[in-house]
């Protein structure tokens, strides 16, 4: 396994090898990047959540102010959780406000999802929606064309 650094008394910061092998071997991935960087691309592995810590406004960036009741509602204080953000930052600061609210194994993913592509490691990105519009449109000309057929019928 990669090497493990240590952040203050409680948190630990792994390199993204680290979160790969953790995640890879059943521990939970709780990337906390907005919703529209998640969509641009996550990192590839069986328990991926958004949870989001942070939200960009008119006014900058605010907390979530809902954050540790979505995490509460989606894993147990047992869990083991990889936590992750663009580059290291945010998912710090999550990390630490789950350990303070009682969680007991997190990781926090240094250099964070940048890292995670740099490392060449396996991304999922949703279906673009420019590449979904012609098979919607499609489909969308295939039910006027039924509903003409049900019409002259």
């Avoid at 390199?15 to 969509?39: I, M, N, P, Q």
């Avoid at 989606?74 to 930052?89: F, H, M, N, T």
């Avoid at 990390?95 to 609210?101: S, T, Y």
Wanted: charged share 30%; proline share 5%; aromatic share 6%.
């Amino acid at each position: 396994m990669a090497s493990l650094e240590s952040y203050g008394p409680e948190v630990v910061t792994i390199d993204v090898l680290a979160a790969r092998d953790l995640v890879s071997s059943g521990h939970r991935f709780l990337d906390v990047r907005t919703e529209e960087e998640f969509k641009a691309g996550h990192p590839e592995a069986e328990h991926v959540l958004n949870i989001p810590y942070l939200f960009v406004t008119p006014e900058g960036r605010v907390n979530n102010p809902r954050f540790m009741e979505q995490v509460s509602s989606a894993y147990g204080l047992e869990d083991r959780i990889v936590v992750g953000c663009r580059s290291g930052a945010r998912s710090l600061s999550a990390g630490v406000d789950m350990l303070k609210a009682g969680y007991r194994h997190v990781w926090n993913m240094g250099g964070g999802h940048l890292a995670w592509v740099d490392k060449g490691l396996p991304v999922k990105k949703p279906l673009e929606e420019e590449e979904m519009k012609p098979h919607l449109d499609l489909k969308a000309e295939e039910v006027t064309k039924e509903e003409k057929l049900e019409v002259v019928h």
